[in-house]
């Protein structure tokens, strides 16, 4: 549900003195809600700090859960003044690396400054101001159009032939071996049946919506690994392997490969629901392609990617976040169907991308909901 707002990465719920927050296993980074402050540290503290982000200067950095600009304020801790960010629409509170609030002495900590109320907006709008420009300086190069591209000199490769890459540089801490199975598995397959017996081979193993259960129901997996064509698979191995690593650390390599599966036979299905009795075989990784995109726009919507632009010689990106991403290419399928007023327009099966991020947007709305929700034991406590 939570997404750092530094790094773009899942916040994992975890726990502190029977204090429920949110972190970041990179930078770690903190996410507290206000409720939960104000059980800790008392209506007054709280209180002070909401009344404090009201009139401040904003910096360039997203709330974890709706992106709405996080308001800075000074916290005073130990003597040392520390900044922390509110989003008074969501009522967070994000801490950086450091500034962890010892939930124990706040109170007494923050007496131990003589600042007037006046002093520190005055001190925290001044410190705001110069973050901003010291972000705006560092982080030019994340505004939607701009001719700095990623890090990694190969991520410029995919991005020449018009394909979208992640900007920033990979977190994935995991091999992700089945990514990497279902990649060189679904290649080794596309040589071997890239000859004079494609056709045979696509007739006998691809999925047939007037005969979906063939071959003991084999087609329904069969199907997602036969490509049609260089660019066939280059397109869908590129966006799994781009996606999947980071879907595939977020809910491990056992889960991941059932969301592939179960992505791709929603697919099929979806497809066979629109087309009916057809006798065209579908073949192709799309579908569950499709799921692991739509997974990872809800669990990491915040993500940039780009997309690489040649004006004669000189390099345009332009940046989204993931989650818009995936709705230009949603987009992009519905408006196929709405003018051509078929599911199957232009021998691609675009029902069956619909039926595959279904399953991958309830799978992350899942997730969203069990690592969020809050045990009944954590509020007895309070």
């Not at 920033?168 to 290649?187: G, W």
């Not at 392997?241 to 059932?258: A, C, H, K, P, R």
Request: a neutral charge; proline letters at 5%; glycine letters at 6%.
């Amino acid at each position: 549900m939570y997404q750092c707002p530094e790094c773009a990465l899942k916040l994992t719920k975890q726990e502190k003195n029977d204090i429920p927050y949110w972190g970041c296993r990179n930078c770690q980074g903190h996410l507290i809600s206000f409720p939960v402050l104000r059980k800790v540290i008392g209506e007054t503290e709280t209180q002070a700090l909401w009344d404090m982000s009201s009139s401040l200067i904003s910096i360039k950095r997203p709330c974890p859960s709706c992106t709405k600009i996080l308001t800075p304020i000074l916290h005073l801790e130990n003597d040392i003044n520390l900044e922390v960010d509110i989003c008074r629409r969501c009522r967070l509170l994000w801490l950086d690396q450091g500034e962890i609030i010892d939930f124990e002495n706040i109170k007494d900590s923050r007496k131990k400054v003589n600042l007037t109320p006046e002093e520190m907006k005055d001190y925290a709008n001044s410190l705001a101001q110069m973050q901003s420009d010291v972000e705006k300086s560092k982080n030019a190069h994340e505004s939607f159009v701009s001719n700095k591209g990623p890090e990694e000199l190969w991520k410029w490769l995919p991005a020449l032939v018009g394909l979208p890459v992640e900007i920033k540089p990979s977190l994935v801490q995991i091999l992700p071996i089945i990514s990497y199975f279902l990649t060189a598995l679904a290649v080794c397959v596309f040589i071997l049946t890239s000859n004079e017996g494609l056709i045979e081979v696509v007739t006998n193993w691809g999925f047939v919506p007037a005969d979906p259960f063939r071959a003991s129901g084999m087609t329904l997996i069969s199907s997602f690994f036969l490509h049609i064509g260089f660019f066939h698979i280059l397109g869908n191995m590129y966006f799994l392997m781009t996606f999947g690593d980071d879907v595939e650390q977020d809910i491990g390599s056992l889960s991941y490969l059932w969301l592939v599966l179960l992505s791709h036979i929603g697919g099929v299905f979806t497809h066979m629901f629109f087309v009916g009795a057809a006798p065209t075989p579908l073949v192709g990784a799309s579908a569950g392609v499709f799921g692991v995109m739509a997974y990872y726009m809800v669990r990491f919507p915040h993500t940039k990617v780009g997309v690489l632009f040649l004006f004669v010689v000189f390099p345009v990106w332009l940046r989204f976040s993931a989650k818009w991403l995936f709705i230009i290419k949603i987009g992009y399928e519905f408006l196929i169907i709405s003018l051509i007023n078929s599911p199957n327009a232009s021998g691609v099966a675009h029902a069956a991308h619909f039926g595959g991020a279904l399953v991958g947007i309830f799978w992350g709305l899942s997730e969203n909901y069990n690592e969020n929700k809050i045990k009944p034991s954590s509020i007895n406590k309070f």
